[in-house]
T-cell receptor
């Protein structure tokens, strides 16, 4: 069975600082990995995904994530935080044949 | 274009009552998914439709929960004999292609409160 662990339920960064949101997964087969963002009172929106190929994945709004098989990680980064990045972020995993499993989420706060 | 819509946005019901939650997917999307999100948790899978049929209903917690998609578009999640533990945000998503590798587009959810 797959699982996702997001370290840190709440992360706070200053505007302009590096954003690092951590995601570790377990999967018995090569996984499909996703990061979704949820703004207040809105649906989840896909930031980026890894299926196959290049392990460094670039997404929308300047975010990127790197698939590291040896570390079973898929951490999300952004070089410079913006106030509009404040939201809840969810990492999710699937083996392709079974439903997505989501982490518990990390709430990102950006301080001016 | 229009995204995934869900109605109602909020639903308050008494314990033991029956509720229906509606999802209108993006036009042309063949796959439709229902999730439940409890406070402080990530979305939890309930059921997945490919066209009109349920391709995977392994996430439905018990037989009080049922969902239909009779014409391969709109879907209704039905909950019988509601319990206070059913209180959560129910999310619907759709995707152009079926399968777990594809991007899912989420609606804003229906917040269900069982009193």
């Amino acid at each position: 069975a797959q699982s996702v662990t997001q370290l840190g339920s709440h992360v706070s960064v200053s505007e302009g600082a590096l954003v690092l949101l951590r995601c570790n997964y377990s999967s018995s087969v090569p996984p499909y990995l996703f990061w979704y963002v949820q703004y207040p009172n809105q649906g989840l929106q896909l930031l980026l995904k890894y299926t196959t190929g290049a392990t460094l994945v670039k997404g929308i709004n300047g975010f990127e994530a790197e698939f590291k098989k040896s570390e079973t990680s898929f951490h999300l980064t952004k070089p410079s935080a913006h106030m509009s990045d404040a939201a809840e972020y969810f990492c999710a995993v699937s083996d392709g044949n079974t439903p997505l499993v989501f982490g518990k989420g990390t709430r990102l706060s950006v301080i001016a | 274009g229009a995204g995934v819509s869900q109605t109602p946005s909020n639903k308050v019901t008494e314990k033991g009552k029956y509720v229906e939650l509606r999802c209108d997917p993006i036009s042309g999307h063949t796959a439709l998914y229902w999730y439940r999100q409890s406070l402080g948790q990530g979305p939890e899978f309930l059921i997945y439709f490919q066209g009109t049929g349920a391709a995977d209903d392994s996430g439905l917690p018990n037989d009080r929960f049922f969902a239909v998609r009779p014409e391969g578009s709109v879907s209704t999640l039905k909950i019988q004999r509601t319990e206070r533990g059913d209180s959560a945000v129910y999310l619907c998503a759709s995707s152009l292609n079926s399968g777990w590798a594809y991007e899912q587009y989420f609606g804003p959810g229906t917040r269900l409160t069982v009193t």
